[in-house]
């Protein structure tokens, strides 16, 4: 059995309970997880912009849900810039390359976005891209994660809108 399906797996898991969770720093915290355990799957497999652009995100998001808002842009910046450097410098060829990085900075806006539908939204934007990225890989288990991950923005979304609202009413 090849070990990279033990990383997908448990990416996969994680990426179902993170959504469910009852607070964003629960939910921050799955997230980071799973980001770390797909971005060990995705450079077992040589899909190397992924694999440093995932590791990003789990700093971020792991740096989000110690911190909240007290993390910052200048704190995201600094842990973000040398990643993205890093991602360009090492990515494999082909156009498809860029897609982790854009999705990289989509989700990096739903966590400053300080609000659960807005996160949710823009996580489940940045998700969409990675899917891409994942089928041009021919990532079977990071395709699967991604799509978990954005069924559970779903449900989650179904199941907490009511509360959303009356915590942050709609304009």
């Not at 993390?71 to 390359?97: D, F, K, N, Y």
């Amino acid at each position: 059995m090849d070990i990279s399906i033990i990383f997908g797996i448990a990416a996969i898991m994680c990426a179902a309970a993170a959504f469910q969770a009852s607070s964003l720093r629960a939910m921050f915290f799955l997230n980071s997880m799973a980001a770390s355990l797909i971005g060990t799957y995705f450079l077992m497999i040589g899909a190397v912009s992924g694999g440093i652009m995932a590791y990003g995100s789990s700093a971020t998001i792991l740096a989000q849900g110690l911190f909240g808002e007290a993390i910052g842009m200048r704190g995201r910046i600094l842990i973000s810039l040398p990643v993205l450097l890093l991602a360009i410098v090492l990515r494999e060829s082909g156009a498809a390359s860029i897609l982790p990085v854009i999705a990289f900075l989509v989700c990096r806006l739903g966590e400053v976005a300080y609000h659960p539908l807005w996160t949710r939204i823009f996580l489940g934007l940045g998700y969409t891209l990675w899917i891409l990225y994942g089928v041009y890989h021919g990532a079977f288990w990071a395709v699967a994660y991604e799509a978990v991950a954005i069924i559970s923005i779903l449900i989650s979304l179904i199941r907490k809108i009511p509360e959303v609202d009356a915590v942050h009413p709609r304009d």
